[in-house]
């Protein structure tokens, strides 16, 4: 807390009334001048220096929410900072998807990075992203996993199921494994094509029927 030392009057800038300035000293020794109504109201406890290494120490205490050399934060730190806006703001452009839908984030995660980085470890590569096992439920630790964009794909709720030769996978595995581009796979689906002529045949190709 800080220690006032001196008070005084001085007169507003607007020329209407007067405020109550100070001088008063912070713990470290450091004597300045503050307003005198937020030191008494407990505003004001610390001198500036003070303050700043208070900050500075509670920002980086895990370290990840500034990467030193660049002045960003960590891809594990965005990533849960981005989670939160869309499950719980309405002003990013993916809440309607998230918090519209009701996905929650549990009360370890929400509250705490350090829970959060605890549960899920750091992504493996830049090329990770955070991924729910079940899109249907919310982030928490059982849910969770890092996962390339491909699994990711792989897992949304979505994709297409399509069986070939008694082989079940999705539309985005299909076209991983064929090369052939989903809207082509769809759009011959569409037309009628059977699920094996509409991923096995070669572009530009007729289906095996016609």
């Not at 220690?3 to 005084?8: F, G, S």
């Not at 934060?73 to 009701?102: F, N, P, V």
């Not at 009360?107 to 990075?113: G, K, L, Q, Y």
């Not at 999705?170 to 991923?199: M, P, Y």
Request: charge should be positive.
């Amino acid at each position: 807390m800080l220690e006032i030392i001196k008070k005084w009057s001085v007169k507003r800038s607007n020329g209407k009334g007067t405020r109550i300035r100070c001088l008063a000293r912070c713990k470290c020794g450091d004597v300045s001048e503050y307003d005198s109504s937020n030191v008494a109201s407990g505003n004001t406890t610390q001198c500036k220096k003070c303050s700043n290494t208070s900050r500075s120490k509670k920002h980086t205490k895990h370290g990840h929410n500034m990467a030193h050399s660049k002045g960003k934060c960590t891809k594990t730190y965005y990533t849960w900072q981005a989670m939160k806006r869309r499950c719980l703001t309405d002003y990013d452009r993916r809440s309607s998807q998230y918090k519209g839908k009701g996905i929650t984030i549990c009360d370890e995660w929400v509250n705490s990075f350090e829970s959060f980085l605890k549960d899920m470890g750091e992504p493996p590569t830049k090329s990770h992203s955070i991924d729910r096992i079940d899109n249907t439920k919310g982030y928490y630790k059982e849910n969770c996993r890092w996962a390339t964009a491909i699994e990711q794909a792989n897992n949304k709720s979505n994709n297409v199921k399509i069986t070939v030769n008694g082989t079940t996978k999705n539309l985005c595995q299909w076209v991983h494994i064929t090369g052939i581009k989903r809207k082509t796979i769809t759009a011959r689906l569409k037309r009628g094509w059977s699920e094996f002529d509409a991923v096995m045949t070669d572009v530009g190709k007729k289906p095996s029927k016609c």
